[in-house]
């Protein structure tokens, strides 16, 4: 439960008569009678109910501390006093309980005991016309005084009504807090604390701090202020961690389950502007972001809701959709609700939920794309195969594993690798660990670009089979992950008419074979330099001449009419067949041969002989023991009277 109201209307004070517990803590709260950082204290009810009351202050300036203190709460107690009424600050309290979507609301008329029955109606209609266009019109409105404890009762009594209307939590395997203060007690190391948003925690367990993903180990937990071995969603908690300086789980960070929430830089977003703020928000605008615990600051990039051209503004009162690119990396979770304030002067402007807490960048192209998958993603009878469907088509080309997905979606939604495994033709496997997949439908973006590709390297190289598959990846904007690539190659071979031909990407009906004119022009080429034997001309000086096409030598190389001993230095296959033999015979009485004996069979240099001995061993036609080699499996294909 947390607490909303003008400042010095009574909060700290009736949560004092409700709980027993003081919230101002601090000196300067104490001595200036408001409360300027949230409060917290445990509150009995009858039923056995324990419900933690978050204590937050009413002053303007202090709007981000009461956005953290009524992040996840799940009942509002606002407090307005029957002498003051509804004040500026009670608006936008009230503001930021409906964007925050908090479920259920008890209004307390505070400091009821110092005014007549007369304005305690009035108090009490002026209140009711505060509610009467809001979620919570027929919200209970109850006299009461935190001095003298008048009322103190029926309040608890609603209270309890208000507990038993909530749904039941839904259970989540994640465990996330937002930290709303950070310190070092000597002996002890660093102390968070923060009221926990989802999951349970269990006494030296493990956890991430986010942004920056620290591994943090648990060495102690308290519960309003007593030991405790478990937590569980909504109990104000002090975690005393292990293997962190306190400096690096600074107010607005989380502590979450290792790996299963998201931190991200930009977020996409659903909002709405409040209907009383002064100016539409124009595109691109600077706000501050009020997320758990943290604010940082954002611009927004509008999306049509429709699925148009982006909007250059949105109007006070009407909803919008947008990727927020944050100044810094922030930590959250689809369906995280959210505030929006203006830079300066700071103003409530709105708030909205998280859409994609881990998006691609927004580009211009995609806005009516994205919009759209927004659509299924927030529908509310959407299955999980559609969402999961809709999430990999909105990270087009990228692939996205089990626990990618699950940071992306809700905490409640169901398990996405089944989702992904059911969600038919529409995602594609990719091998991994753990498994993970992409959207099927890129393959069509892919068709014309590869196309092209191919048909430019045919053109520009007709003797080789066709571009690298590699190359062919590389020519796709953006290039897709290789192994993305390699899982969506047979569907996109099929729907682009291409093969592949080894490491190779070809139209089908490509002959990489050249013309007679060219033919010719190689034919000449090898006879060059089978002329030398195994001494053969420098490749410069055989192809003088000769009107050579391009990648002629990679061709005669691909069907084994030359070899290429070294990068510079290439024989024909027959005069190396020749030297094969050569070799096998002497060989043939069993004796190794020695480089020395292989300078007497070839007739050739040191300065050549070692760049052929390499190839022979390479090619395994010999077999290296020390400084001796012997005939090797390689060796057949050379002595067999065909060379090619």
Not at 417 to 436: F, I, Q
Request: hydrophobic share 45%.
């Amino acid at each position: 439960m947390g607490t909303a109201g003008h400042i010095d209307h009574g909060k700290t004070t009736l949560v004092r008569a409700l709980t027993g517990v003081d919230c101002d803590r601090l000196d300067e709260e104490k001595q200036r009678g408001i409360t300027i950082v949230l409060g917290f204290a445990p509150l009995d009810l009858p039923g056995g109910l324990r419900v933690g009351v978050v204590d937050v202050p009413g002053h303007e300036r202090f709007v981000r501390t009461m956005v953290a203190g009524a992040g996840g709460v799940d009942v509002a107690l606002l407090v307005v006093a029957a002498d003051e009424g509804v004040m500026p600050q009670t608006r936008e309290h009230l503001h930021v309980l409906r964007l925050l979507q908090v479920p259920e609301l008890v209004v307390a008329l505070t400091r009821s005991d110092l005014v007549d029955e007369e304005l305690l109606e009035l108090a009490e209609l002026d209140v009711r016309d505060l509610l009467d266009d809001t979620p919570w019109a027929d919200a209970p409105v109850l006299p009461v005084s935190g001095l003298t404890g008048n009322g103190i009762g029926p309040l608890r009594d609603a209270l309890v009504e208000a507990v038993g209307r909530l749904p039941e939590p839904v259970s989540t395997p994640v465990f996330r807090m937002p930290v709303d203060r950070a310190f070092s007690i000597r002996g002890f190391g660093t102390v968070v604390t923060g009221t926990t948003r989802d999951g349970a925690l269990h006494g030296g367990g493990t956890l991430e701090v986010l942004p920056g993903r620290h591994k943090v180990r648990i060495r102690g937990i308290q519960v309003h202020g007593e030991d405790a071995q478990r937590v569980h969603r909504g109990q104000r908690v002090a975690l005393n961690l292990q293997g962190v300086d306190s400096k690096l789980v600074p107010a607005g960070s989380w502590l979450a389950t290792p790996g299963a929430v998201a931190s991200s830089d930009r977020l996409d977003v659903r909002f709405d502007l409040l209907a009383d703020t002064p100016r539409p928000l124009e595109n691109n605008s600077r706000v501050r972001l009020l997320l758990g615990t943290a604010e940082v600051l954002a611009t927004v990039r509008l999306m049509d809701p429709e699925g148009g051209p982006a909007p250059e503004a949105i109007l006070p009162g009407e909803p919008a959709l947008a990727q927020l690119a944050l100044g810094e990396e922030i930590g959250a979770v689809a369906g995280d609700r959210f505030v929006l304030r203006s830079e300066s002067p700071v103003l409530t402007l709105g708030g909205g939920v998280i859409l994609d807490p881990e998006p691609p960048l927004l580009r211009r192209r995609e806005r009516r794309a994205a919009a759209r998958l927004h659509a299924v993603l927030t529908a509310a009878n959407a299955r999980g195969t559609d969402r999961v469907a809709a999430l990999l088509e909105r990270h087009a080309g990228i692939a996205l594993d089990v626990r990618a997905l699950r940071r992306r979606l809700p905490l409640s939604a169901g398990d996405p690798g089944e989702d992904a495994a059911a969600a038919g033709d529409r995602v594609v496997a990719v091998p991994s660990d753990p498994p993970s997949w992409v959207w099927s439908g890129v393959v069509e973006r892919w068709i014309e670009p590869a196309q092209a590709a191919i048909d430019a390297h045919h053109r520009d190289h007709p003797l080789l089979d066709g571009p690298l598959v590699n190359e062919v990846r590389q020519a796709l904007v953006p290039p897709p992950e290789a192994r993305v690539f390699d899982a969506l190659l047979p569907k996109l071979s099929a729907e682009a008419g291409i093969e592949r031909r080894g490491p190779r990407l070809a139209r089908p009906d490509h002959r990489a074979e050249p013309d007679a004119d060219a033919a010719a022009a190689l034919d000449r080429l090898v006879e060059r330099l089978e002329e030398g034997g195994v001494h053969p001309p420098h490749l410069e000086d055989a192809a003088e001449g000769l009107a050579l096409p391009p990648d002629a030598v990679g061709w005669l190389v691909a069907r084994g009419r030359l070899l290429r001993v070294r990068d510079d230095f290439f024989v024909g296959a027959q005069s190396f067949a020749e030297l094969v033999r050569g070799v096998a015979a002497f060989m043939a009485s069993g004796a190794p041969m020695t480089p020395v004996d292989f300078k007497e069979i070839s007739g050739l240099t040191r300065r050549h002989a070692m760049p052929f001995l390499e190839y022979l061993d390479r090619e395994k036609v010999t077999v290296r023991r020390a400084n001796e080699r012997s005939l090797g499996p390689g060796a057949a294909r050379w002595l067999d009277g065909d060379a090619t």
